[in-house]
Each structure stands twice: as C-alpha cells, then as structure tokens.
C-alpha cells in the first residue's frame, strides 16, 4: 500500500516562504521520479515541479521558475518544494504524485 502524506501547508503572506514536505511509504521511493502538482479552485490541476530518481534534473512550470525548487531525501523517503517569493496566484491545494498514487493535499494560501 503506498502512501503519500503531504505537510507543511498554511497561510503566509505575499513574498513569504513556505516549505512543503510529501513522506513516502509502500513503495522503494528511490526509484521514481516525483512530482507536485497544485490545484486552485475552478481551475486543473498543474504540474508545478518534477525531480528525477537521483535528484537531477528538475523541471519546473514558467509561472514558478526562479521561485520554487523542487528536492528530495532518498534516506528520508521524501520529497520537498520549497516555496519562496509567493504570490495570491500560488494559492492552492498542493499534492505530490508519482505514478498513479497521490497524497491528500496541503493547503497553501497566499494573501495579498
């Protein structure tokens, strides 16, 4: 059973910083790649950020690029986005995803 559980979510306000956490479980997390996508509501859900098995290469969606990266801990079995420069439009519910599992989502709320 593979379990993905997300954490770090909150309220922060525009140009703040959060650090988002997705511990893995039920599965030999060093050999996927990972990805965390958000989705805000009335709107689909969008790739923000992807990180190979061995950490290298990421990618990133334009509208994060410069602000947002994206890192893992094969040790750990977890996976991080680390939000800087926030904005209202980061305002969503962020999962981490690899395969077809996804985890329950941490809210991220971005005032202005």
């Known amino acids: 059973q593979v379990q993905l559980v997300e954490s770090g979510g909150g309220l922060v306000q525009a140009g703040g910083s959060l650090r988002l956490s997705c511990a893995a479980s039920?599965?030999?997390?060093?050999?996927?790649?990972m990805n965390w996508f958000r989705q805000a509501p009335g709107k689909e859900r969008e790739l923000v950020a992807t990180?190979?098995?061995?950490?290298?290469?990421?990618r990133y969606a334009e509208s994060v690029k410069g602000r947002f990266t994206i890192s893992r801990d094969n040790a750990k079995n977890t996976v991080y986005l680390q939000m800087n420069s926030l904005k209202p439009e980061d305002s969503a519910v962020y999962y981490c995803?690899?395969?077809?599992?996804w985890g329950q989502g941490t809210q991220v709320t971005v005032s202005s």
């Open positions: 995803n690899f395969g077809y599992y």
């Open positions: 039920g599965r030999t997390f060093s050999a996927y790649a």
């Open positions: 990180i190979t098995r061995n950490g290298d290469p990421t």
